[in-house]
């Protein structure tokens, strides 16, 4: 079954940077665009990057354009995202996730805290 487990979030100080990854398995990795979203306490999820599975070229939400970079290894069957310059309203659990034969999956959430 697909599975996807993310990991790498942490407590950082504004200005900071942090490394998400997102392993996977069960599925053919490389045919399917992958996704990053955020979930701030109170707010609704939202979508920050898409990592195309062609040409791995990543679309980025406003709010972190400049920022952000999404990056996947088709190989290792991993998806990233090195945030940089990071701003407390950062502050979100982050997830991992990707539609594969018209099912929507997700994994578990990483906590990401920006706080001095």
């Known amino acids: 079954q697909v599975q996807l487990v993310e990991s790498g979030g942490g407590l950082v100080q504004p200005g900071g940077s942090l490394r998400l990854s997102c392993a996977t398995s069960?599925?053919?990795?490389?045919?399917?665009?992958m996704n990053w979203y955020r979930q701030a306490p109170g707010k609704e999820r939202e979508l920050v990057a898409q990592?195309?599975?062609?040409?791995?070229?990543?679309n980025y939400a406003d709010s972190v354009k400049g920022r952000f970079t999404g990056s996947r290894d088709n190989a290792k069957k991993a998806v990233y995202l090195q945030m940089s310059s990071l701003k407390p309203e950062d502050t979100a659990v982050y997830y991992c996730?990707?539609?594969?034969?018209?099912?929507?999956?997700w994994g578990q959430g990483t906590q990401v805290t920006v706080s001095s």
């Open positions: 996730n990707t539609l594969v034969s018209g099912n929507e999956y």
């Open positions: 990592i195309n599975n062609l040409n791995g070229r990543t």
């Open positions: 069960g599925f053919t990795f490389s045919f399917y665009t």
